[in-house]
């Protein structure tokens, strides 16, 4: 079903159930289609450590360097 943004703002409850049910309900602008009316699909929750045991992170990471420090504030001696 295509739609016009006006009819689509007068009709977005009856727009979002159409959606939902699975019936294709696209929003068009002077007659031109914009965009695709779906709905949420859930991600699901994420799955933190994933990359546990497969990398190493040096002790000295967070130690400063000169050289670097010289490269980004110059020589502050």
Request: hydrophobic fraction near 45%; glycine fraction near 6%; include cysteine.
């Amino acid at each position: 079903m295509i739609v016009n943004v006006s009819e689509a703002k007068t009709n977005l409850s009856k727009l979002i159930d159409m959606a939902y049910q699975g019936e294709e309900v696209i929003i068009a602008k002077n007659n031109l289609p914009l965009v695709v009316l779906v709905p949420h699909k859930s991600r699901g929750k994420r799955k933190l450590g994933l990359l546990a045991g497969q990398i190493r992170i040096p002790d000295d990471f967070l130690d400063e360097d000169a050289q670097i420090n010289a490269m980004f504030y110059g020589d502050c001696q």
